[in-house]
């Protein structure tokens, strides 16, 4: 079992910044991937980012491409998401999550998911 707790949301103006953290216990040895999700409300959960944990090797969405940056801290065991330039449009909940099989972008590829955090970008 892992157990993901994501804080660091909140209200931001557009192109203002915002850092999200999901910090990960339980059998955290097994880890090799873990991931951004988020959801707004009527839409379906996207993909957002994911980091490689050994490899640090990162992928993000087109739509956040050049404004998030995802990094983790493996001593610590806690991922982060760095949001710069933020948008109205990128208002949503955000979760973090973890895989056995790597750098993946589909939510069937993560085993574990945190109760999310909040994002609201005003205009």
């Known amino acids: 079992q892992v157990q993901l707790v994501e804080s660091g949301g909140g209200l931001v103006q557009a192109g203002g910044s915002l850092r999200l953290s999901c910090a990960a216990s339980?059998?955290?040895?097994?880890?090799?991937?873990m991931g951004w999700f988020r959801q707004a409300p009527g839409k379906e959960r996207e993909f957002v980012a994911a980091?490689?944990?050994?490899?640090?090797?990162?992928r993000y969405a087109d739509s956040v491409k050049g404004r998030f940056t995802a990094s983790r801290d493996n001593a610590k065991d806690i991922m982060y998401l760095q949001m710069d330039s933020l948008k109205p449009e990128d208002t949503a909940v955000y979760y973090c999550a973890w895989s056995r099989i790597g750098v993946v972008s589909t939510p069937s590829g993560f085993d574990y998911w945190g109760q999310g955090t909040q994002v609201t970008v005003s205009s």
């Open positions: 980091i490689g944990w050994s490899s640090g090797i990162s």
């Open positions: 339980g059998r955290t040895f097994s880890t090799y991937g």
